[in-house]
């Protein structure tokens, strides 16, 4: 799945093909730095900008691969001196009140970010639906017939996506019990008060999705993967803030849209044409880092549905 979401982003952003030695330095450098502030106790500190230690030279060499790779992208996007019609094109051309561009280092902070956020947490959205689709056969069952039925047999476009209300349920729904992004911080830009607590400005603040998403409160039954809750009358009762998986406010999430949709069509690709079942037995658990990704690799069975008339359908294993 980062394979996956690493070439679309690249493709959006950059507008070329990346290389399977690209693809697989991204990767690497990333679990690096992702292994580095983890565990969750590290995390705390980090977000609150007081111990990410830069001397450990692992770190420092998966962000200078990193640096590299944009910047090779970057450098290789300016050479060719074609308007592309991608983000980075946008992004170059882009000018302030004053008619500045951005500096090379403001040009490479914003790339990096979509590059990596475009990305990473796609990924671990699709590992995590994927994975509880696996586990409630009703619900892959309801997924493929509505696939059948919106677009029978044909590869789904864009047009198709909100045809798809089932699937986008299911992945609401896994996106509630594993939020790509489990916590995120925030500072009280003034004195305020919160029910009978008193912040003064410049306290820092947790938000937690993984807490909210799971809280009886707003959500029956909250650890129990029902896609069916996400009807219209409930999504317009349930409080604001207490669903907030691409965060929200001035700093939600810029990629929202561009990442559901990817998910639908990523998703939608891959039910038409494959059945997945978890390999033997596994210790499936979810790791806290600056992302919610599993501990480990969950290892799949690929099957393909093979109809022949009067014979139903079997499955076939690779």
Known sequence: MM??????VNKALFNVEIHES?????????????????PSSSLFRILLGSALRLGHAEFERAVRRLDNVINELISE??????????????????????????????????????????HETTAISLTWTIYLITQHPEVETRIINELDSELAGRTVQLEDVSKLCYLEKVIKEAMRLYPP????ARMSARDQALGSWS????????????VVHRDARFYKNPKDFNPDRWTDAF??????????PFGGGPRVCIGQSFAMLEVIIALATVFQNARLTVRGRQDIRPRPSLTLRPEGPIYMLVGKHLSKPDEG???QER
């Open 235 to 244: 999504t317009h009762n349930l409080p604001k803030y207490a669903y907030f």
């Open 199 to 210: 912040l003064p400005r410049g306290t820092h603040l947790f938000l937690s999705q993984w």
């Open 22 to 38: 690209r693809c697989k330095e991204v990767s690497a450098a990333f679990e690096e730095i992702s292994n580095r502030i983890a």
């Open 77 to 118: 996007h300016a050479s060719s001196r074609q308007d592309s019609n991608d983000l980075l094109s946008t992004l170059m051309q882009a000018r302030d009140e004053q008619g500045k561009r951005m500096t090379d280092n403001q040009l490479r902070d914003e790339v990096i970010t979509l590059f990596l956020a475009g």
């Open 181 to 184: 992004v489990w916590v995120m």
């Open 3 to 8: 394979r996956l979401t690493l070439a679309i």
């Open 313 to 315: 359908t079997r499955l």
